[in-house]
């Protein structure tokens, strides 16, 4: 369902369009500035989180320490401030692109050289921030934004710098209870022995989840799995740092060691900063920095004249994407013939009525004329038929529609589904078939 903020007014200026995504903390929503009219990304506070005096300085808090580790590397902070019917906000840009976390649930596992350019970007970004007092203490795939820039180069951003443990005299004293050195914060997967026992964290904290993040970018999967005690039973019990190449084999053995390194369970052993994990992974794999392939967007436009502006966008959008990159689908369904259309990057919240049980939340990663690639938290039967609603691209209208399950691949508690559009509104091809064309054909 569509969510009761769309369509109100947060501190006179910004009007709230679509649902992205929900969060146990907060929400982000898709917004139009009333004056500037700029699309730009505010963060609140969840319904339930409203009461809590904690959650609104945290909120708040993040706002100061985005601004204080300004880099390309980070999303951007636009503003900040409190409303009196919807209490604390941040403003962010609005980008246009996939969390790592969606991509390994499409893709299980990266490619070397895109894992390792990706790993630099983090790591200069985060370096950055570590370098100005900043500890992000939750460096994971979800954290983690692959987007592209109005060149349309891809560029990798982190998006949330919450539950940071920021140097004393970067905040006011109020917020200093925030921040302690001694909380257990984080997500357990991700966090470095020091954290998950209640330690002093420092730059080689962010170093451990780097290196956990691209642990699982090239083998699908974290060595650590489960909930806090359980994570915590296993780091205990560990004696060395998990090893790459038993898991993935044709890792290069420098590249292997250096992700090792930086997953040292004692602080002292790991990279020092999360610069000398940088200069590693470029040594040990030999890549120059490159633009990445993440968000598999289709080539530019070739430039033949056509009839008119919507023929070639609706051949532009139409050529053939590359074929599903899981092995599951409908039997006899031949997946090249049926992927007919291009799909592009598209986050949105969406509401799935499978055909028994009830209604589950969900995002989108990617869109086309045909269908949707959705991030569910359980598996749903191939050939099942669904109910969707979610905000139509551009135009933010709520869409509500049937569609069939094509394709799952499972992994680390999500399952990636492809599902394909029944009876396709009029409204929603037209919207999507201009979505794609802009995203496919940035420089236009």
């Known amino acids: 369902m569509s969510d009761p903020l769309v369509g109100t007014i947060v501190d006179v200026r910004y009007e709230l369009r679509r649902l992205i995504a929900r969060g146990g903390m907060g929400l982000i929503l898709e917004a139009h500035h009333k004056f500037t009219r700029r699309i730009v990304a505010i963060k609140l506070l969840s319904e339930a989180m409203q009461s809590q005096p904690e959650a609104?300085?945290?909120?708040?808090?993040?706002?100061?320490?985005?601004?204080?580790?300004?880099?390309?590397?980070?999303?951007?902070?636009?503003?900040?401030?409190?409303?009196?019917?919807?209490?604390?906000?941040?403003?962010?840009?609005?980008?246009?692109?996939?969390?790592?976390?969606?991509?390994?649930?499409?893709?299980?596992?990266?490619?070397?050289?895109?894992?390792?350019?990706?790993?630099?970007?983090?790591?200069?970004?985060?370096?950055?921030?570590?370098?100005?007092?900043?500890?992000?203490?939750?460096?994971?795939?979800?954290?983690?934004?692959?987007?592209?820039?109005?060149?349309?180069?891809?560029?990798?951003k982190i998006i949330d710098l919450g539950v940071a443990a920021v140097a004393e005299g970067q905040l006011a004293e109020h917020d200093a209870k925030l921040t302690t050195a001694h909380q257990v914060i984080g997500t357990p997967e991700y966090m470095a022995p020091e954290q998950l026992f209640g330690r002093e964290v420092d730059a080689r904290t962010d170093v451990y989840g780097i290196g956990m993040t691209l642990y699982e970018c090239l083998t699908g999967e974290v060595p650590y799995a489960g909930t806090y005690p359980e994570v915590l039973v296993r780091v205990s019990n560990a004696i060395e740092p998990p090893h790459v190449r038993a898991k993935r084999a044709d890792v290069p053995a420098a590249v292997a060691t250096v992700i090792e390194h930086a997953l040292e369970l004692q602080a002292s052993a790991r990279f020092a900063t999360a610069s000398e994990l940088a200069r590693a992974l470029a040594a040990s794999s030999g890549f120059t920095?490159?633009?990445?392939?993440?968000?598999?967007?289709?080539?530019?436009?070739?430039?033949?004249k056509d009839d008119s502006e919507t023929e070639h966008a609706i051949r532009l959008v139409r050529r053939k994407a590359r074929p599903p990159e899981t092995p599951t689908?409908?039997?006899?369904?031949?997946?090249?013939?049926?992927?007919?259309?291009?799909?592009?990057?598209?986050?949105?919240?969406?509401?799935?009525?499978?055909?028994?049980?009830?209604?589950?939340?969900?995002?989108?990663?990617?869109?086309?004329?045909?269908?949707?690639?959705?991030?569910?938290?359980?598996t749903l039967a191939v050939g099942a038929q669904l109910k969707l609603r979610f905000a139509g691209p551009g135009t933010a209208q709520i869409v509500d529609i049937e569609a069939t399950v094509r394709w799952t691949h499972e992994g680390r508690g999500r399952t990636a589904t492809g599902v394909q559009f029944v009876n396709t509104p009029p409204s929603l091809r037209s919207s999507v078939i201009r979505y794609v064309a802009a995203i496919s054909s940035p420089e236009q």
């Open 56 to 156: 609104h300085a945290r909120l708040l808090r993040e706002a100061h320490a985005l601004t204080a580790v300004r880099h390309p590397g980070f999303v951007e902070v636009l503003d900040a401030g409190v409303c009196r019917d919807h209490g604390p906000y941040v403003v962010l840009e609005m980008l246009e692109g996939r969390t790592l976390d969606g991509i390994l649930a499409a893709r299980r596992r990266l490619e070397l050289e895109d894992a390792v350019q990706l790993g630099r970007q983090v790591c200069d970004a985060v370096a950055h921030a570590n370098a100005r007092g900043v500890v992000h203490r939750d460096i994971k795939p979800s954290n983690v934004f692959v987007a592209r820039n109005e060149l349309g180069q891809e560029t990798v």
């Open 329 to 378: 689908h409908l039997e006899g369904d031949d997946p090249i013939k049926r992927r007919q259309f291009v799909r592009v990057p598209y986050v949105t919240a969406v509401r799935v009525k499978p055909p028994t049980g009830e209604e589950l939340g969900a995002r989108s990663e990617e869109i086309s004329e045909e269908g949707m690639l959705v991030v569910l938290p359980m």
């Open 289 to 304: 920095a490159k633009s990445s392939s993440l968000l598999s967007l289709p080539a530019p436009r070739d430039g033949r």
